[in-house]
């Protein structure tokens, strides 16, 4: 126990109360005994009333399981845009007149360039042949005299230069240079997909305080009823000496319990919803390039989840607790 | 042990319930508190137990100021005072011994300790073999039994009784002030608010007399 009567209690009546163990030791044991008959009780009143327990958690479970699924679409989202690298990927087409050594020589000069992540030489002959490969003109190829294909160097601008202005002013400086006959990104490709996200972002992240918002409310509510119910147990333990610590616990508890089963109930929602999407949508993947895959909740995810829930069980209580329970006084 | 100096206690609403009281009770002595309805006796009891604080005066507990007290003192307050009601204020809905073991669980002892605690708290006021029982089940001086096991349960050195057999016999009321008596002898403070005169007056104890708030008799 924390907190100890000032007055050191005379010891020489054989008759005399213990208020609170004497030395660290008894008092660790008194707080874990505390602490274990709490979490125990709680657990059992629930299991007790497990019909409304279960509704209450099942509301709980798909409030939380709406915004972690929405989290996860924005994150498969996300996926598709860790492919926007290849889309913000600008492909500098070099005058004819370059040699390969010059334009070797320009590829390097581009690579010091603090904002570029990547660059790539593409010869004409390469060109040429992964052409021939891929284009299904292999044979019309051959008949040229010439190699009409010109040297094209690949450059790919660091993550971090996200924003649509930087990438524009990027492909600018790379059109003015001497070396460039013309520079190329689609442009219109990336700011629709940067906008998507952006919404989607803000929108997963205004939806999970509404639904978070709305857990600690149904919480709260959850065990003002609790503390209804329970009204004489407080006020006969008030009368035998609990402290409010001792009141408020077993409803801290049933709190995180509540919490904590709405996000195992809401993990299971969100898993079975994402494996009954997964085939089609791996399907609808394959028919394009096939670099899809569908996302689920991580470990780390899940640990945040059942983190999230069970602290949003023991807020909404709290809040309960802190403004009703000074309204119990034993008569 | 408990200590009354001019203690007036005033309400709102309803004037002084309580003026200049003063009295002493020594560790280990049983007394009366009596007096006609509204003469102040729950009120001066309440003062005890700390759910009210005197308007004037001090109330003094083992030395302890309980005016003084803060409000988180107060829990530690109460542990030392064992708490015994007319209607026994018993949970219906747990046993016979979860019901005693309360104070010991709210102290934070282990579940050995409580186990051999709640025993002998009911072996003394012979209801060991109930303990699985609910308090529904049982007759009323079983229940009030039940009560006073409550309260000694964590030996507290004062048992406070508001009117403890207000609703029991005269013969299972004469049951249970002879329990109180064992109390005391083991070195108990007892002080029992009662207007069973008669019940009072074939016990050989210290009365106090309230009469509109005032005490006067000692």
Redesign the interface.
């Known amino acids: 126990?924390k907190?100890?009567?000032?007055?050191p209690l005379?010891q020489e009546?054989?008759?005399?109360?213990?208020?609170?163990?004497g030395n660290f030791v008894d008092k660790f044991?008194?707080?874990r005994?505390?602490h274990a008959?709490a979490l125990f009780s709680s657990l059992g009143r629930l299991v007790a009333s497990r019909f409304s327990s279960a509704m209450t958690i099942v509301v709980l479970a798909i409030a939380i399981s709406l915004a972690s699924g929405f989290y996860i679409l924005v994150a498969n989202l996300q996926q598709l845009a860790g492919n926007l690298e290849a889309s913000n990927q600008i492909s500098l087409f070099l005058k004819d007149d370059i040699s390969e050594g010059k334009a070797s020589g320009f590829a390097n000069t581009i690579r010091k360039n603090p904002d570029i992540q990547d660059v790539k030489l593409i010869t004409k002959e390469q060109a040429l042949a992964e052409f021939q490969a891929y284009s299904g003109f292999g044979e019309a190829v051959k008949t040229l005299e010439k190699n009409p294909l010109p040297i094209v160097i690949q450059v790919w601008p660091k993550k971090s230069l996200e924003n649509e202005q930087a990438l524009k002013a990027l492909l600018d400086d790379f059109g003015r240079m001497a070396e460039v006959d013309f520079a190329q990104m689609d442009m219109q490709w990336v700011k629709r997909l940067q906008s998507i996200m952006e919404v989607a972002r803000r929108g997963v992240t205004l939806l999970s305080l509404l639904l978070g918002a709305g857990v600690l409310f149904i919480t709260a509510n959850t065990i003002r009823l609790e503390l209804h119910n329970r009204r004489?147990?407080v006020v006969?333990?008030?009368?035998?000496?609990?402290?409010?610590g001792?009141i408020h616990r077993p409803f801290l508890y049933s709190g995180f319990w509540i919490g904590f089963f709405s996000g195992i109930a809401a993990w299971f929602i969100v898993t079975t919803i994402m494996l009954i999407l997964k085939q089609p949508v791996e399907n609808l993947s394959r028919l394009y390039d096939g670099a899809f895959h569908v996302l689920f909740l991580g470990f780390t995810e899940t640990l945040a989840l059942l983190f999230i829930s069970s602290v949003l069980g023991v807020v909404g209580s709290w809040i309960v607790l802190h403004f009703q329970l000074r309204q119990l006084?034993?008569? | 042990m408990l200590k009354f100096d001019n203690v007036s206690m005033r309400y709102p609403e309803a004037g002084d319930v309580l003026r200049n009281v003063s009295f002493h009770l020594e560790?280990g002595e049983m007394a009366f508190l009596t007096g006609h309805s509204g003469a102040g006796k729950s009120t001066l009891l309440k003062l005890i137990?700390v759910?009210e604080r005197c308007s004037r005066g001090q109330v003094l507990l083992?030395?302890?100021n309980l005016n003084l007290a803060k409000d988180?003192?107060v829990?530690?307050?109460?542990?030392?005072v064992g708490?015994i009601f007319q209607d026994y204020?018993l949970?219906q809905d747990r046993t016979v011994f979860d019901n005693v073991a309360?104070?010991l669980?709210?102290?934070?002892?282990?579940?050995h300790e409580v186990s051999r605690r709640v025993r002998a708290s009911l072996d003394k006021v012979g209801l060991l073999g109930k303990e699985r029982k609910y308090p529904a089940v049982l007759s009323g001086g079983e229940q009030q039994r039940v009560g006073i096991a409550?309260a000694v349960v964590?030996?507290?050195?004062l048992i406070v009784a508001d009117e403890p057999t207000g609703n029991l016999d005269p013969e299972l009321s004469a049951e249970i002030m002879h329990l109180f008596e064992q109390f005391q002898q083991?070195?108990?403070t007892i002080f029992i608010a009662s207007h069973d005169i008669s019940l009072i007056s074939q016990m050989n104890h210290r009365v106090l007399k309230l009469d509109h708030g005032q005490l006067v008799t000692s």
């Open positions: 126990m907190h100890v009567t000032k007055k005379k009546q054989r008759w005399q109360t213990k208020i609170s163990g044991h008194a707080y005994n505390l008959h004489d147990e006969i333990a008030k009368l035998v000496g609990a402290t409010n001792f006084k034993p008569e | 560790r137990a759910i083992d030395g302890q988180r003192q829990p530690y307050i109460r542990r030392k708490l204020k949970l309360l104070p669980v709210i102290a934070g002892y282990g579940h409550r964590n030996k507290p050195p083991v070195g108990v």
